[in-house]
Structure formats: C-alpha cells, structure tokens
T-cell receptor, first 110, second 115 residues
Framework: GQNIDQPTEMTATEGAIVQINCTYQ??????LFWYQQHAGEAPTFLSY????GLEEKGRFSSFLSRSKGYSYLLLKELQMKDSASYLC???????????FGGGTRVLVKP | DGGITQSPKYLFRKEGQNVTLSCEQN?????MYWYRQDPGQGLRLIYY???????QKGDIAEGYSVSREKKESFPLTVTSAQKNPTAFYLC??????????????FGPGTRLTVL
C-alpha cells in the first residue's frame, strides 16, 4: 500500500525559512512532487525529485532521499502570499498515478 | 489559451440524483485524472485514463463512473450509490511519455454539495 505523512500545520514569520517534511512508504516509486494549493483553488506544481539530492528553484528547494523514504520542501524569504497548503505526492510507476499526503497548511505571519 | 476547464465552479444537487461534472482540456494531453478532496485533506484518485476509450479505477472509484470518448474530455458522473458525494472535485491532465515524469496540470475544480 501507499502511506505518505506530512505535518498538518506550520506557522512562520515573513522573511523567515520553513521546512516541510514528507515521509513515504510506497511500491513502484517513480518520483516525488510538491504542489502548492491556495484555499479553494487548484494545486499548482512547485517541484519534482526522482534522484537523491537537492533541487533548487528560486526561493523554493526540494530534497529527496529514496533510501530513507524522505523529502522536504524548503521555503526561503517567506512572503505573505506563501500562506497556502503544500502537498507532497508520490508518483507510482504505472500510469503516472499520484498518491497525495494530507497537505501541510503554512501560515505566514507579519 | 491552453488549459483545463471545469464547470460549474459550484454545484448543488438533491440526495439520490446522479450528477455529471465536466472536464475539458486543450493541452493535447493523453492522460486525464479525477481526484476528490475533502476539507483539510489531500487528494484521492477516483479514475484515470491514459488514452481515448480506456480508463482505470483509482483508489476510491465506488459510486463514480467516467467516459473518455474524446481526447479533450473526461466527464465524471457521481451516482446515487456514492455515500458521501459532497466534496471538491479536481480534474487533471498530463502528457503520457511512458515511465518519464509528467507533471499533472489541474483544473479549477468543482465544489459539489449534495443536500
């Protein structure tokens, strides 16, 4: 079966850094995605990792360790608009199916 | 503009009625997906289709049905057999490239409320 865990909620201050962890247990691993979702809106793609290591994209970075079944999303220089839910999703090899974690709601305070 | 459209944004139905949610994409994507999201939770896969006239059940297909008669369209019917149909429904699509990664693009969603 598939099991993906991430914290429910995190709070951080504008300008700070926040790290959102995601642990997973799955068969047929074919990569890990991070999506951002503002309340009532569709998820938007942030990053993808298939090999171990760090992928950096502007203020956002994502890390993967396949042997540990672990990923994190790092958000730097937080802005108020970063207040949203962040979804970790594992791609299963067959059919490009995604299994999502429950999402981490990040609240950025002034 | 290329993208995925879902309509309507809000939908209300009486208990016991079937309802069909539309999903159209003009991205020329082969694969399409339907997810359900409940408050404060992640997305769960209902059905997916990798090619026209073919589709597979996802993790929570009971009480739902789909069709894929055209590449651009993947409508989802929520039947009266679905016990808890009130939810936010999201449609997505992606390019199909074998085992390569393919980002899924999401539509704006339809919030279905069954009264």
């Amino acid at each position: 079966g598939q099991n993906i865990d991430q914290p429910t909620e995190m709070t951080a201050t504008e300008g700070a850094i926040v790290q959102i962890n995601c642990t997973y247990q799955t068969s047929g691993f074919n990569g890990l995605f991070w999506y951002q979702q503002h309340a009532g809106e569709a998820p938007t793609f942030l990053s993808y990792n298939v090999l171990d290591g760090l992928e950096e994209k502007g203020r956002f970075s994502s890390f993967l360790s396949r042997s540990k079944g672990y990923s994190y999303l790092l958000l730097k220089e937080l802005q108020m608009k970063d207040s949203a839910s962040y979804l970790c999703a594992v791609s299963r090899a067959a059919g490009n199916k995604l299994t999502f974690g429950g999402g981490t709601r990040v609240l950025v305070k002034p | 503009d290329g993208g995925i459209t879902q309509s309507p944004k809000y939908l209300f139905r009486k208990e016991g009625q079937n309802v069909t949610l539309s999903c159209e994409q003009n991205l020329n994507h082969d694969a399409m997906y339907w997810y359900r999201q409940d408050p404060g939770q992640g997305l769960r896969l209902i059905y997916y289709s990798q090619i026209v006239n073919d589709f597979q059940k996802g993790d929570i297909a009971e009480g739902y049905s789909v069709s894929r008669e055209k590449k651009e369209s993947f409508p989802l019917t929520v039947t009266s057999a679905q016990k808890n149909p009130t939810a936010f429904y999201l449609c997505a699509s992606s390019v199909r490239q074998g085992r390569s990664y393919n980002e899924q693009f999401f539509g704006p969603g339809t919030r279905l409320t069954v009264l």
